[in-house]
């Protein structure tokens, strides 16, 4: 089974700054990697799928990168509605598994 | 506009079953693979299974495998998810997504197992 690790596990940072959320898979996914923005009591929304691609109505603020098993997810001039916990998922090889999320709070 | 809507959940006692429908409209249902994630309260998420488009192949997570059923009916655009011999590390909101990088989500339906 692939392992997603993210981190960090949660993050402080300050209206209009840029954040970077990591992921490393357990062994190679080639770019079958997606990020998902999740709100409380929401569903996950999708961000970026196949690693790089922003996902129809996505703002570019979210811009993702990496293949293999190294992934980040990039978040410029944070907002306040940016605030919110981001998860990982490989679709590479069955079972998924999703990161263990990455809490982005305001400082 | 796609839309998932979830029907199925609530209260169930251990051992005793559930079973989760979620209704597609707005796409090729049949073209797309559709799975069932879950989220326990205040953990993150966890995918449970797996049903490909024509619905020949199915995956499980190891935690349900034996336990739970994916199904699907193309001809009403729905995924069922059969959940047996239910325990309390199953309680969760569980929600169903389309496609295996989750192009869509349903907006979950929470499943509680408690005597």
């Known amino acids: 089974d692939i392992q997603m690790t993210q981190s960090p596990s949660s993050l402080s940072a300050s209206i209009g700054d840029t954040v970077t959320i990591t992921c490393r898979a357990s062994q190679g996914i080639k770019n079958y990697l997606v990020w998902f923005q999740q709100k409380p009591g929401k569903a996950p929304k999708s961000l970026i799928y196949a690693a790089s691609i922003l996902e129809s109505g996505v703002p570019s603020k979210f811009s993702g990168s990496g293949s293999g098993t190294d992934f980040t997810l990039t978040i410029s001039s944070l907002q306040p509605e940016d605030f919110a916990t981001y998860y990982c998922?490989?679709?590479?090889?069955?079972?998924?598994?999703f990161g263990g999320g990455t809490k982005l709070e305001i400082k | 506009e796609v839309q998932l809507l979830q029907s199925g959940g609530g209260l169930a006692q251990p051992g005793g079953s559930l079973r989760l429908s979620c209704a597609a409209s707005?796409?090729?249902?049949?073209?797309?693979?559709m799975n069932w994630v879950r989220q326990a309260p205040g953990k993150g998420l966890e995918w449970v299974s797996n049903?490909?488009?024509?619905?020949?192949?199915?995956y499980y997570a190891d935690p349900v495998k034996g336990r739970f059923t994916i199904s699907r009916d193309n001809s009403k655009n729905t995924v069922h998810l059969q959940m047996n011999r239910l325990s309390a590390e199953d309680t969760a909101v569980y929600y169903c997504?389309?496609?295996?990088?989750?192009?869509?989500w349903g907006p979950g339906t929470l499943v509680t197992v408690s005597s």
């Open positions: 998922q490989q679709y590479s090889i069955y079972p998924l598994s």
């Open positions: 997504a389309s496609a295996n990088r989750g192009e869509n």
């Open positions: 707005g796409f090729i249902f049949s073209n797309y693979d």
């Open positions: 049903i490909g488009g024509r619905g020949s192949s199915a």
